[in-house]
């Protein structure tokens, strides 16, 4: 999952959003529980809840369905080894295609929950701003209607509040290719967003950038010689850099702004990717880039 999507949804997961909650757990509230779990690698559930009823309840937000039966396997297995206890395990599918994915293996078994599956009508009742934003992903009747009640709900909030939502919002719309609809409405709200300055752009181009690091570190170390280090550090970074890069493009100009990855993926030189990352905050179309993508490649 793309990390402005990853972020976003456990960001508003954990404000424990109570309607949205209570359609997974029967629960309206839940203490959160430490999620770093320990084997020979360090592994991180994305939400782990102690229920009132003190059932603890896993849930892995996914949009691809790849090895996820071992991984929640692994996961239940862990948790009963940490607190005694198995857990209650779902995997909330957030992703645009139809699922098909084993969840069972002889007695284990694990729920499948497709967020296209609950009533956005549900969440749109409720006054915790987490349920409005993730209404965006379930089933409507009419797109157009839900929009509207969203922002509509959205925009009684602080000022402050209200940009951080609609941001949420913004993001999370991509995954139903909803974005351009999104952003022509809001650009009607009274209020001004730079998505640049948010939290959730800043983790995600800094994740991006240090998995790259990351990668470049390992693959220098695997080649134990100092001219692998060096190519493996470099390699890296660029990735690394290119990474934040397409999500700036992706937030700021959608798909017009995506179109340009395929010159992006040509440079060669951290100094020119760092100058085009700078380029992109100032940017207001996506001429610009391409003036510059011209003279770089």
């Known amino acids: 999952m793309h990390q402005k999507f990853d ?14 909650l ?4 029967g ?12 084997n020979v690698n360090i592994l991180i559930p994305d939400l782990l809840i102690e229920l009132p009823d003190l059932t603890i309840l896993h849930v892995e937000i996914m949009s691809n369905p790849e090895k996820m039966l071992k991984r929640m396997f692994l996961y239940n297995a862990l948790i009963f080894n940490h607190y005694d206890r198995l ?50 992903l379930c089933k409507s009747e ?16 602080p000022l402050k509040d209200r940009e951080d939502y609609i941001l949420k919002l913004l993001y999370l719309s991509d ?7 999104i952003k022509q409405e809001v650009e009607k709200m009274p209020i001004t967003i730079n998505l640049e300055d948010s939290d959730i752009y ?19 170390k695997r080649e134990g010689l100092f001219e692998g280090k060096r190519e493996g550090l470099f390699e890296g970074k660029r990735e690394g850099l290119i990474e934040g890069i397409e999500g700036m493009l992706e937030l700021k100009f ?18 020119k990717l760092e100058e085009l990352k700078n380029l992109i905050r100032k940017a207001g179309s996506v001429d610009e880039l391409k003036e510059f993508l011209g003279k770089s490649v």
Do not use: H, W
Not at 22 to 25: D, E, G, H, N, R
Not at 27 to 38: A, E, M, P, V, W
Not at 142 to 157: F, M, Q
């Open 142 to 157: 009419n797109i157009d209607v839900t929009v509207a009640k969203i922002l509509e709900k959205l925009s009684v909030l």
């Open 87 to 136: 857990p209650k395990q779902i995997l909330l599918y957030v992703g645009d295609k139809p699922l098909n994915i084993e969840n069972k293996i002889g007695n284990y078994s694990f729920e499948i929950v497709d967020i296209k599956d609950i009533n956005c009508s549900e969440l749109l009742e409720s006054d915790k701003p987490e349920d409005i934003v993730l209404a965006i």
């Open 27 to 38: 629960f309206d509230s839940g203490k959160f529980l430490d999620t770093q779990l320990t």
């Open 175 to 181: 995954l139903r290719k909803l974005y351009t609809k």
């Open 202 to 220: 800043k983790e995600a181009v800094e994740k991006g950038l240090s998995k790259g690091k990351l990668e470049g570190l390992f693959e220098g």
């Open 7 to 20: 972020i976003t949804l456990k960001g508003l997961l954990k404000d424990i959003p109570v309607k949205f």
């Open 22 to 25: 209570k359609i997974l757990s």
């Open 254 to 271: 959608g798909i017009n702004g995506l179109e340009l990855m395929n010159i992006v993926r040509a440079i060669n030189t951290l100094d």
